[in-house]
């Protein structure tokens, strides 16, 4: 499992496709404290009270989150909530900016994109690299877009595969519920075994195991892989016009996601999303 906060050098020209979601600064904004004295983010300086957001546990932002997926989930023992990753590191300033104590909750994929769990109250919000999309906005409200991703194929370097139209007869592993295996299924040529995983937890391992021939997944776990580990390589990249939301259970905390909008906001105007998407992300060597 990789350290929390190392920089990642990414592919170039994938790379150039992450856009940084930015956004114009307002002077009149203020700064956070835990204590809620002058929030940032609401109208008029002031975090809505905890009892306004209709939270799951009083004081706490509990998140359900689908963990592993570096760099976006990771375990992590030094971090307050036990948990970082990018996702989670943007969560935790939220939940700092509303006053809040950060709780996660290890929960599958599936269960939280098709809006189970949120659903049955099991946590306020989903951070776990979900892409917004009109089939999930059916069952979940969506924050503003926090992240822009890609589709990429993870091959071993030595395998005679070098793009989609090669994994004719192969077995394709791809994360079960996630925008990688509607790709997959739509792109892929016919014969090809297409094989559902529970998480990257267990994708990666089959992909070393040779159970499967490659996986096709989120660019920034597929790379943090290949990164990782020299026997691997991406060798093709998929642009989707993805992007990334936190969810929330449908119609159901209109005041908790107009908060969290708020944060979003403020980490972008005083430069803490930028600190934090840098850590993950650069392209810094």
């Known amino acids: 499992m990789s350290t929390p906060h190392v920089r990642r050098t990414l592919l170039g020209a994938a790379a150039a496709s992450?856009?940084?979601?930015?956004?114009?600064?307002?002077?009149?904004?203020?700064?956070?404290?835990?204590?809620?004295?002058?929030?940032?983010?609401?109208?008029?300086?002031?975090?809505?009270?905890?009892?306004?957001l209709e939270l799951?546990?009083?004081?706490?932002?509990?998140?359900?989150?689908?963990?592993?997926?570096?760099?976006?989930e990771i375990e992590d023992s030094d971090a307050p909530s036990g948990y970082s990753g990018f996702d989670i590191d943007i969560m935790q300033a939220i939940a700092e900016g509303l006053g809040l104590e950060l709780t996660v909750q290890d929960v599958g994929f599936d269960a939280l994109q098709s809006g189970t769990v949120l659903a049955a109250g099991q946590c306020d919000v989903g951070a776990s690299a979900m892409t917004i999309t009109e089939d999930r906005m059916e069952n979940l409200d969506f924050s503003?877009?926090?992240?822009d991703s890609l589709q990429s194929l993870l091959v071993p370097i030595d395998s005679d595969i070098e793009s989609i139209d090669d994994l004719a007869g192969e077995a394709l592993g791809v994360q079960q519920g996630t925008t990688g295996k509607a790709y997959a299924e739509e792109n892929s040529p016919d014969d090809t075994e297409i094989t559902d995983f529970p998480s990257d937890g267990e994708?990666?391992?089959?992909?070393?195991?040779?159970?499967?021939?490659?996986i096709l997944q989120d660019f920034p776990v597929n790379d943090e892989h290949a990164?990782?580990?020299?026997?691997?390589?991406?060798?093709?990249?998929?642009?989707?016009?993805?992007q990334y939301g936190f969810a929330f259970p449908k119609d159901e905390k209109p005041a908790l996601l107009e908060a969290v909008n708020a944060q979003l906001q403020e980490l972008r105007d005083n430069g803490t999303y930028d600190e934090i998407y840098d850590s993950y992300f650069s392209t810094d060597s």
Not at 60 to 71: E, I
Not at 229 to 241: H, N, Q
Request: negative net charge; proline residues 10%; aromatic residues 8%.
């Open 227 to 242: 990164q990782a580990d020299e026997g691997y390589e991406i060798v093709e990249t998929y642009e989707t016009d993805e």
């Open 203 to 214: 994708l990666w391992p089959a992909l070393q195991a040779g159970t499967i021939a490659a």
């Open 18 to 52: 992450l856009l940084l979601l930015t956004a114009c600064g307002d002077d009149d904004d203020t700064t956070t404290t835990p204590e809620g004295e002058d929030t940032a983010g609401s109208e008029d300086g002031d975090a809505p009270p905890s009892d306004d």
């Open 144 to 147: 503003d877009p926090y992240y």
């Open 56 to 72: 799951v546990s009083d004081g706490a932002l509990t998140v359900c989150s689908d963990v592993p997926y570096p760099p976006f």
